[in-house]
Each structure stands twice: as C-alpha cells, then as structure tokens.
C-alpha cells in the first residue's frame, strides 16, 4: 500500500484539525522522544542478553561425578562455614 501525495495532506489536514497546528509540535517531539526510549531499551536488552553467562551442561561439567558428601565439603569449603 503507498501512499501518495493526496492521502498525505488529507492526513495532515486530518490531523490538524483534530489537535491543532500549535500541538502538533509537542506531538512529533513525544513521538521522537519514545522512539529514542524504544530503541535505547531494546539495545539494552539485547546487551544483557549478550551479557547472561552461558549455561553449563551438569552431564559435561563433572559435578555429576562427585558424591554428595564431596560436593557438601566443597560447598563449606567455598562458603567458609565449619558445620
């Protein structure tokens, strides 16, 4: 679908006469400012998905082979708890 000229001004005149030539201004510049908000969170978004550490597979990683009383000394150990 395009749009040519006629449909243009019968848009903006539509526009006009719906809010008036002095608050058309303030309109574009909101327009503008949530566009620029819109594409700032989207690029923070796709930074932090960027950002997340990887999963790691248990079945490849070798946590699997430890017992659970080695797993818990390590644990204490890391935490640096004695109980």
Same mark, same amino acid.
């Given at each position: 679908?395009?749009?040519?000229?006629?449909?243009?001004?019968?848009?903006?005149?539509?526009l006009?006469?719906?809010?008036?030539? *002095?608050?058309?201004?303030?309109?574009?510049? #909101?327009? %503008?400012? #949530?566009?620029?908000?819109?594409?700032? %969170?989207?690029?923070?978004?796709?930074?932090?998905k960027? #950002?997340?550490?990887?999963?790691?597979?248990?079945?490849? *990683?070798?946590? #699997?082979?430890? *017992?659970?009383?080695?797993?818990?000394?390590?644990?204490?150990?890391?935490? %640096?708890?004695? *109980?």
């Amino acid at each position: 679908m395009q749009f040519g000229w006629p449909e243009i001004i019968l848009v903006v005149l539509a526009l006009v006469l719906l809010f008036g030539a *002095s608050r058309l201004p303030q309109l574009a510049r #909101s327009l %503008g400012q #949530s566009r620029k908000a819109f594409k700032e %969170g989207m690029r923070e978004a796709e930074e932090e998905k960027a #950002s997340e550490p990887k999963q790691i597979d248990p079945a490849r *990683s070798g946590v #699997s082979s430890l *017992s659970d009383e080695e797993i818990l000394a390590e644990m204490q150990r890391r935490t %640096g708890s004695k *109980s």
